[in-house]
């Protein structure tokens, strides 16, 4: 399953960032020909940026999604981080 979002803000690119499923669970996405992020389905969604950061856990698909978009409107409801396991690229060396 492919998505595609609207263009990202401005200053970050013109790009649409196009969503893949790459597997049960596992979402990834580009703007043209980089790499955005990922979402991971672990109990929440979890999202990523290119680098492994942690964006933020959201309890839907789409919020997650959109956070690469747009930053993350607080929900009024702090998430913590630490009984979830993340991306494999997302670890401290």
Sequence with gaps: MTTTLPPRAAGTGTSPVTWHETGPGMWTSRTGEDIAGAVQLV???????????????????????????????????????????????SRRW
């Design 43 to 89: 109990g929440t969604f979890i999202t990523t940026n290119a680098r492994g950061d942690v964006v933020g856990t959201f309890d839907t698909l789409p919020q997650a999604q959109a956070a690469l978009v747009a930053p993350p409107t607080p929900s009024g409801r702090p998430r913590p981080l630490g009984r979830h396991r993340l991306l494999p690229w």
